[in-house]
């Protein structure tokens, strides 16, 4: 096929996504909504696949010459070979447009289906604990922390990370799931970023993807991460790790999948030796089960 001619069908294949997109409830067979945990789908010109589900992701390609990819009106990086990626906050919508402007100008708007979770939540019928009112040193001092956390993650890395599968960072149970939250007196308390890894202090931390360290708080103990470890993937994907006993790794250093970061502690506020892994993307909170292999 000439490639005007190729245009004209990839053209008319485009128009017919959109149109349907936008009428769901009188779609032909051809119209049913990606399904959640796709193989690979493709729309558009694009193909992607991943978790589309609260706290899950996608990694996409667009086709060469693609000129823009946004999701949720938000502008997506795009690779040079095409490829991008996108995830979903814990507390996404139903439904996230994905918008493609492909190398002719033409546009193309696609609503992603984001399946819905159910959270443990635990209503308790107290208050809140009002806690200990922070001091002013302490005040000074968590600012500055939140300065540098904010700084870190606004880096951004020329590194795959976000291409790979990932791996486990420590062996041990799930002991505490991403997304669980308390309500005291239906007031709602903050809801866990993380999963915590039930691993022995001194258990080694493995890299779960390829990255960047972007903070590493090796000498001084963040008063609530304690000895906190930054790990860009690139394209805005960051692993976090809480309550390391010590590091291992140094800030620019460029880490490989499986490379040991530090070893597990109870440091800043812990209860027991643990980790807490936490994975961002553009200041949304990831499950990071939907990453690691699943049947641990
Ligand atoms: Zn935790």
Request: one cysteine or more.
């Amino acid at each position: 096929m000439s490639p005007p001619a190729l245009a004209r069908v990839l053209r008319a294949l485009l128009a017919g996504c959109a149109l349907l997109a936008a009428c769901g409830a009188s779609a032909g067979p051809d119209a049913v909504a990606p399904p959640s945990v796709p193989g690979q789908t493709t729309v558009g010109g694009i193909k992607y696949s991943g978790k589309l589900t609260q706290g899950g992701w996608l990694r996409g390609v667009a086709p060469p010459g693609t000129r823009a990819v946004t999701l949720g009106g938000k502008p997506l990086a795009l690779a040079p070979d095409g490829a991008f990626f996108a995830a979903f906050d814990r507390d996404a919508p139903p439904s996230v447009q994905l918008s493609v402007t492909a190398a002719d100008g033409f546009g193309l708007a696609m609503p992603l289906a984001i399946t819905p979770r159910s959270w443990r939540i635990e209503t308790i019928d107290v208050a809140k604990r009002p806690g200990k009112m922070p001091d002013a040193a302490f005040r000074e001092r968590r600012a500055a922390e939140l300065k540098q956390i904010g700084a870190a993650r606004a880096l951004r890395s020329d590194v795959g990370g976000w291409r790979q599968a990932m791996i486990w960072p420590a062996s041990g149970r799930i002991s505490g799931a991403f997304g669980a939250q308390r309500i005291y007196r239906g007031e709602p308390g903050a809801y866990h970023g993380g999963v915590d890894l039930a691993a022995p202090a001194g258990a080694p931390i493995m890299a779960p993807a390829d990255g960047v360290v972007v903070l590493a708080a090796a000498d001084a103990a963040f008063t609530l991460e304690g000895h906190l470890l930054i790990v860009d993937h690139g394209m805005g994907l960051a692993s976090a790790f809480l309550h390391c006993s010590d590091l291992v790794v140094h800030v620019g250093d460029r880490v490989a999948q499986g490379q040991l970061l530090g070893h597990v502690g109870m440091t800043g506020r812990a209860t027991g030796p643990h980790l807490h892994w936490a994975l961002t993307w553009q200041g949304g909170r990831l499950d990071p089960q939907l990453f690691a292999p699943a049947g641990r």
